[in-house]
């Protein structure tokens, strides 16, 4: 499996890149991969402070793909703002992060992380009891995610 972000500066370049060469590009691609999805997230806000799409300083990110009950929405943001972004950020192997949603109550967190041993031990120290505390079983209908291993050869 491998999992691939790429960060547009605005709306207007990525609608131009997918009107002229997505089609191109793809069709050199075709038989690389099978099953693939692409769901592209709005920035909301950081994780952390000062986002910047440069992965030479991590070793792994995490990712969690959040679907939000309706009612839940706001709840939820806020919760990310309030309780788990300091919680991230007071990790000692945080780099940085964002926080994005999509239509449909869709969210991403994309943390980045020093290394897999930093990111394990902000989970096993900490995940449950934020996770009592910002409500996230009453908030979140579907969760999905990864850790993902960086490979500097493929960041462009």
């Known amino acids: 499996m491998a999992h691939v972000f790429a960060f547009w500066e605005s709306r207007a370049f990525y609608d131009s890149f997918m009107a002229r060469s997505h089609d191109r590009l793809a069709a050199a691609q075709s038989g690389t991969f099978r099953d693939a999805q692409a769901k592209l ?3 909301r806000f950081d994780v952390k402070t000062g986002f910047e799409p440069k992965f030479t300083d991590a070793d792994v990110v995490r ?3 959040c679907k939000v ?3 839940r929405v706001e709840h939820f943001a806020l919760m990310q703002e309030k309780v788990w972004n300091p919680a991230m950020a007071g990790s000692p192997g945080m780099v ?3 926080f994005g949603d999509a239509p449909g109550n869709e969210f991403l967190v994309l943390s980045m992380w020093q290394s897999a041993a930093e990111h394990g031990k902000y989970r ?3 995940v449950e ?3 009592l505390r910002a409500q996230t079983a009453a908030d979140v ?3 999905a995610g990864d850790v993902v291993d960086l490979e500097p050869g493929w960041t462009v």
């Open 141 to 143: 209908a579907a969760l």
């Open 41 to 43: 997230f709005d920035y």
């Open 96 to 98: 940085r992060g964002v």
């Open 63 to 65: 990712i969690a793909h």
């Open 129 to 131: 009891r934020l996770s």
């Open 124 to 126: 096993i120290e900490r």
């Open 69 to 71: 009950r309706q009612e």
